[in-house]
């Protein structure tokens, strides 16, 4: 489908943290569209199973590949696997990731810091690095690529600092990619998104920690938004960019959190 001149029919597309939630949504949108899109995530059977209903879904063959994003050889093995089979990449979305314990931040193991870090920054910094390997190589050269930041990029949530950090390092790490990507037609942005419903914010119908202490209920939205504006962002041409889009449930406490 073409949109402001862009053509997407038939390009490549990789969602890591493809195989539920967001990324499901992010990904079954972007295949309607005509991208031609690689589910990435850890568990082989959830991705199989994902990719044959979206491929039935859509019309579109979605293909899997598994892959750990805070391995190095694992992200490599990926970016190998999309080589051999497309010979390009134009557009990756970094959306795997993980939340941490809400447990004060003393009580927060050196393990459970690792694996936040891990999943949430060293994968997209990990992916990021393949793709400009890739989107530099190729011909015609460059692509796009989407972080997925979280409205925790810019506001915490009280005992979220693992986190939270993460979320603010991936916008630094958008910025660094949009500038260093510049010279080569490869386009950064990200997509911090507000209480999107998914199995991580399935607890917030219980109630939520607020910053005075008190736990509230929050409302969520529905996947298909934040999915819609993703492919807003990819449909654009690689001399156009979202640095940043803000997409969240209206009565959400972030505005004024705390």
């Not at 010979?87 to 314990?101: H, Q």
């Not at 911090?192 to 202490?213: C, H, K």
Request: charged share 20%.
């Amino acid at each position: 489908m073409t949109h402001n001149g862009f053509d997407v029919k038939g390009r490549i597309a990789l969602v890591t943290g493809g195989g539920t939630g967001i990324g499901r949504a992010m990904a079954k949108d972007l295949s309607k569209e005509g991208w031609r899109v690689v589910i990435s995530g850890r568990r082989k059977e959830v991705l199989e199973k994902t990719a044959a209903e979206l491929s039935a879904e859509t019309g579109s063959e979605v293909t899997w590949s598994a892959a750990d994003v805070g391995d190095p050889a694992s992200v490599r093995a990926l970016f190998d696997d999309i080589r051999e089979k497309f010979g390009r990449i134009d557009l990756v979305v970094n959306n795997a990731g993980i939340s941490n314990s809400s447990v004060p931040l003393e009580d927060i193991s050196f393990e459970e810091w690792n694996r936040v870090v891990a999943a949430n920054l060293t994968g997209v910094f990990l992916c990021t690095q393949e793709a400009f390997r890739l989107m530099k190589a190729q011909e015609p050269r460059g692509g796009r690529i989407i972080n997925n930041g979280s409205i925790s990029a810019t506001a915490p949530r009280p005992n979220s600092a693992p986190y939270t950090s993460t979320k603010h390092a991936v916008t630094g790490l958008t910025k660094s990619a949009a500038l260093d990507g510049r010279p080569f037609d490869i386009a950064c942005g990200q997509i911090d998104i507000g209480n999107a419903a998914s199995d991580m914010t399935a607890r917030m119908s219980g109630g939520v920690l607020q910053a005075n202490g008190e736990m509230m209920s929050e409302p969520t939205i529905d996947p298909a938004h934040i999915a819609q504006a993703v492919v807003y962002m990819a449909s654009l041409p690689l001399d156009a960019n979202v640095l940043t889009l803000t997409v969240m449930a209206t009565k959400m406490p972030f505005v004024g959190r705390g």
